[in-house]
């Protein structure tokens, strides 16, 4: 029961253009949405966030959207570098207060 | 650098052993929660402790177990070892539950376990 969906398991992306990572999801409980990008060799870190009250939350060259209707949420970022190549989840948190990560997004951004 | 530190950061163990996993918190965070990240899979949540009392399982047998102790530091045991218990296992602390009260969850770097 996959719960979270990051349907597109890699992405190649060119230094200065957008990158828009994609995450699907099923619960209409959740109520609060993460993303975190990780490094090889390294645990996640935490990027961005949005609640589920808002549709757009924004920091710096990283930009979340959620379509709640839709149960979708997007990441973007603008514009892309090279240091942005990580694996990146999406992680709802559910009423539990536990994180439901998807399967990751490799995102290779190529200078 | 976040703060949190998890040993040993890689061990091999023979199925059918048991395991214990370490986790020192970042200071002041009285939350800690286990995953295991499979290869090719997102991390997946296997318990949580708040204030050295489990809060939360997820769908893991009981062989997996957890203590949290008085300076909030954790371990996660692993018994009976299985072939599919090899994965990367991730503590994440923060300074109370959930990340939808303003609270930021930082992670360790992971011990990766190898069952053989």
């Known amino acids: 029961d996959q719960q979270v969906k990051q349907n597109s398991p890699s992405l190649s992306v060119q230094e200065g253009r957008i990158s828009i990572l994609n995450c699907d999801y099923t619960?209409?409980?959740?109520?609060?949405f993460l993303w975190y990008k990780k490094y090889p060799a390294e645990g996640p870190t935490f990027l961005i966030s949005?609640?589920?009250?808002?549709d757009k939350n924004e920091d710096g060259r990283f930009t979340v959207f959620l379509n709640k209707s839709a149960k979708h949420l997007s990441l973007h970022i603008v514009p892309s570098q090279p240091g942005d190549s990580a694996v990146y989840f999406c992680?709802?948190?559910?009423?539990?207060?536990?994180?439901?990560f998807g399967a990751g997004t490799i995102l290779r951004v190529k200078s | 650098e976040t703060g949190v530190t998890q040993s040993p950061t890689h061990l091999i163990k023979t199925r059918g052993q048991q395991v214990t996993l370490r986790c020192s918190s970042q200071?002041?965070?009285?939350?800690v929660s286990w995953y295991q990240q499979a290869l090719g899979q997102g991390p997946q949540f296997i318990f949580q402790y708040y204030r050295e009392e489990e809060n939360g399982r997820g769908n893991f047998p009981p062989r997996f177990s957890g203590l949290q102790f008085p300076n909030y530091s954790s371990e996660l045991n692993v018994n009976a070892l299985e072939l599919d218990d090899s994965a990367l296992y991730l503590c994440?602390?923060?300074?109370?539950?959930?990340?939808?009260?303003?609270?930021?969850?930082?992670f360790g770097e992971g011990s990766w376990l190898t069952v053989v």
């Open positions: 949005i609640s589920s009250i808002k």
């Open positions: 619960n209409s409980m959740f109520d609060y």
């Open positions: 200071s002041g965070h009285n939350t």
């Open positions: 994440a602390s923060s300074r109370a539950q959930g990340a939808s009260s303003g609270n930021t969850i930082y």
């Open positions: 992680a709802p948190e559910n009423p539990g207060e536990k994180l439901v």
